[in-house]
């Protein structure tokens, strides 16, 4: 049986006082086990204070993750903004070096009406311009983790995601299963049978490591033809968390869910709360 680790994708709401750090000592206060740090609008945080919360969450147990700004295109028509884009990306893996914190969660790009193979060549250069830089300035530790995006004019969908763990390496670039996003843009989820599809498409991918320490996304989700529109509770059952529970129980998974429904803490303690049930029943 793996263990799960649940956290909020941000500062919990109810957190008393403000910060990282303190959104930290809630986290664990109210018994969650993990915590992604969101640099979604840019990466405003100095050495000194990432240190010093990533102590905290050492202290505490708490496991963190990042998650890089929106304005990322690793496919960029531009040359210049897919420099832009290694530059916030590596600067997002310096703070997550100085946390402690790992993976980086990148929404990888945009298609912009290309071809998907043409786009392909473009974020295979630009991530490898990532771990180069990376290098570089001497960050370890830390892996990027490519997001399977909810619109399906982004780049990254769930083969999409795999290819690029299997070019780079699980020790280097992981998937990042966003399941409302999947369930908005590639197929309705309803059913366990349905979850061990993907689990199982990671698993033919990347092997069973795609399974011992996993990274994803979770929440309840609104889409349209396009794809994603909003986050939605974990109440709103679109898709039910049940079936992944049980999907993850059957294939032995371990890894970390991140809620990203407006409800960030109290949907990730449902959700751990419905995973403890289905992991002893
Ligand atoms: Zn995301």
């Not at 992944?244 to 751990?272: F, H, Y």
Request: contains cysteine.
């Amino acid at each position: 049986m793996g263990e799960i680790r649940f956290g909020p994708a941000g500062i919990p709401i109810d957190t008393p006082g403000e910060g990282t750090a303190a959104g930290i000592e809630y986290c664990r206060q109210i018994g969650l086990t993990a915590m992604e740090v969101e640099f979604v609008h840019g990466v405003n945080m100095k050495e000194e204070k990432a240190r010093a919360a990533g102590e905290v969450a050492k202290k505490n147990s708490i496991k963190l993750s990042c998650h890089a700004p929106y304005y990322i295109n690793c496919c960029a028509k531009e040359r210049q903004k897919m420099h832009m884009s290694v530059s916030y990306i590596v600067s997002t893996a310096q703070a997550a070096f100085w946390l402690g914190a790992s993976p980086i969660v990148i929404h990888t790009g945009f298609y912009m009406q290309r071809p998907a193979a043409e786009c392909k060549k473009l974020v295979y250069e630009t991530y490898k311009m990532c771990f180069d830089e990376m290098e570089k300035r001497k960050i370890s530790g830390v892996v990027l983790g490519a997001e399977l995006t909810g619109k399906k004019s982004a780049y990254g969908n769930l083969d999409e995601i795999i290819d690029l763990a299997s070019h780079f390496g699980l020790k280097n670039l992981m998937p990042v299963i966003d399941y409302a996003h999947y369930h908005a843009r590639e197929g309705r989820l309803g059913t366990k049978e349905d979850y061990l599809k993907i689990l199982e498409r990671m698993e033919k991918g990347l092997g069973s490591e795609a399974g011992k320490n996993f990274h994803c996304h979770f929440s309840g989700i609104e889409f349209t033809e396009a794809g994603e529109r909003s986050h939605l509770p974990v109440s709103s059952g679109s898709p039910p968390f049940a079936p992944l529970a049980a999907a993850w129980k059957e294939n032995g998974w371990s890894g970390t869910v991140i809620c990203e429904s407006p409800e960030i803490e109290r949907d990730a303690l449902l959700l751990q709360k419905e995973y403890a049930k289905v992991a002893k029943a």
